[in-house]
């Protein structure tokens, strides 16, 4: 059976080991995402800069939907893309945090890609 602690430490090294392959630019910020058991959120994050240029999250008060299923991450994919367009940002690199790519972080990925993102 595997614990608690050792799913998070299993999920920080292999969000390690994605972190040291890509990296976002001011031309291709990084897409950022981060589940919790009750709230998903992204970030379009410049590295060089080290600022979040653009977020969304399922707590926020203009958010959809609230809670962390697949219609909250849909819902946060779409915001995050079109926030993202407003700002004129629409290449990313598309960071998983680590996460299995499907459920709930392939909706987001999904959602933000039919809003206009290209990663």
Known sequence: M???????EIRSRIHKRIRRKLTGTSERPRLAVFRSVA???????????????VSASSVDKGARTNGGNVAAAKAIG??????????????????????PYHGRIKALADAARASGLEF
């Open 39 to 53: 709230h998903i959120y992204a970030q379009v994050i410049d590295d060089t800069a080290g600022r979040t240029l």
């Open 2 to 8: 595997i614990h608690k602690l050792e799913k998070k």
């Open 78 to 99: 779409q915001a995050v893309a079109e926030r993202a367009k407003d700002k004129g940002i629409t290449k990313v690199v598309f960071d998983r945090g680590g996460y």
